[in-house]
């Protein structure tokens, strides 16, 4: 059996849909899913106890999707399954988003279960190289998408963020931890006027199994809000969610959509 821990999002749902087999979906206490349904729910304070419970479920399999917060830990809700894990928890609340999945991936694969990605449980939510869309990346948005490479990179390797805005090889907007859609909201206003394209690539070294970035049709109607020309993504790096409402939205506003190569 799958266990699903879902948290916000339309990912879940097309992750649930998509599995082969039995799944038991799960939230996190403060993260729950807005889009599914959740079985069974656990505060991080009795991680220990929920890894019981899967155990007794008969779940062989984890898969994280979807957004959650981090929950501030309340000492005195830590239970004695728990208690052993305590120093792992403590050390992954202090590291960055890629830092703390892979401390919570380790867990789990030293409870003896198999963590899995989402794109794996549904390969289908990955695109292929190429551009889908009525309008083409110019000659302009090459180097933009080269220099947007460079910058995702630098902001990886501190474990920032995954996207960012460039236009004429400058970078108007870097994603932090508020997110992509808080990013192209700080936008509207841009002295600059309009152009440029929105850039998303998983981070160097990232294990892919947790937090690969993603986009929707909310990203295209934000990106065309925000005054840029187009998408650019890492092709076969980043999860793309209602494809063809996506496409849709991209030919109906205007911008490309290009996955590119990385």
Do not use: Y
């Given at each position: 059996?799958?266990?699903?821990?879902?948290?916000?999002?339309?990912?879940?749902?097309?992750?649930?849909?998509?599995a082969d087999g039995a799944v038991l979906i799960c939230a996190m206490a403060g993260s729950e899913p807005d889009q599914v349904t959740a079985d069974v729910?656990?505060?991080?304070?009795?991680?220990?106890?929920?890894?019981?419970?899967?155990?007794?479920?008969?779940?062989?399999?984890?898969?994280?999707?979807?957004?959650?917060?981090?929950?501030?830990?309340?000492?005195?809700?830590?239970?004695?399954?728990?208690?052993?894990?305590?120093?792992?928890?403590?050390?992954?609340?202090?590291?960055?988003?890629?830092?703390?999945?892979?401390?919570?991936?380790?867990?789990?694969?030293?409870?003896?279960?198999?963590?899995?990605?989402?794109?794996?449980?549904?390969?289908?939510?990955?695109?292929?190289?190429?551009v889908p869309t009525k309008v083409k990346p110019g000659e302009l948005d090459r180097p933009d998408a080269a220099r947007a490479v460079e910058v995702v990179?630098?902001?990886?390797?501190?474990?920032?963020?995954?996207?960012?805005?460039?236009?004429?090889?400058?970078?108007?907007?870097?994603?932090?931890?508020?997110?992509?859609?808080?990013?192209?909201?700080?936008?509207?206003?841009?002295?600059?006027?309009?152009?440029?394209?929105?850039?998303?690539?998983?981070?160097?070294?990232?294990?892919?199994?947790?937090?690969?970035?993603?986009?929707?049709?909310?990203?295209?109607?934000?990106?065309?809000?925000?005054?840029?020309?187009?998408?650019?993504?890492?092709?076969?790096?980043?999860?793309?969610?209602?494809?063809?409402?996506?496409?849709?939205?991209?030919?109906?506003?205007?911008?490309?959509?290009?996955?590119?190569?990385?």
């Amino acid at each position: 059996m799958l266990a699903l821990i879902a948290g916000r999002g339309l990912l879940p749902a097309q992750v649930a849909a998509h599995a082969d087999g039995a799944v038991l979906i799960c939230a996190m206490a403060g993260s729950e899913p807005d889009q599914v349904t959740a079985d069974v729910t656990f505060r991080l304070e009795q991680l220990g106890s929920f890894i019981e419970t899967l155990k007794a479920r008969g779940v062989t399999r984890v898969c994280m999707a979807g957004g959650v917060s981090r929950p501030a830990v309340d000492p005195s809700q830590i239970d004695a399954a728990t208690m052993p894990l305590v120093p792992i928890i403590q050390a992954a609340l202090g590291q960055g988003d890629d830092g703390a999945l892979r401390a919570v991936i380790a867990i789990f694969e030293q409870s003896g279960f198999t963590v899995e990605a989402a794109h794996c449980v549904a390969p289908d939510l990955l695109m292929e190289e190429g551009v889908p869309t009525k309008v083409k990346p110019g000659e302009l948005d090459r180097p933009d998408a080269a220099r947007a490479v460079e910058v995702v990179a630098a902001m990886g390797a501190a474990d920032v963020g995954q996207s960012c805005a460039v236009r004429q090889r400058q970078a108007i907007a870097v994603e932090n931890v508020f997110g992509t859609d808080w990013m192209l909201a700080a936008l509207a206003n841009r002295p600059d006027g309009q152009g440029g394209l929105l850039f998303k690539a998983p981070k160097p070294g990232q294990d892919r199994r947790a937090d690969l970035p993603a986009i929707g049709p909310a990203t295209v109607e934000a990106a065309a809000k925000a005054g840029l020309s187009g998408i650019v993504l890492e092709a076969g790096g980043v999860i793309v969610l209602e494809q063809d409402k996506v496409i849709a939205a991209c030919d109906r506003l205007g911008l490309f959509l290009w996955l590119r190569a990385a």
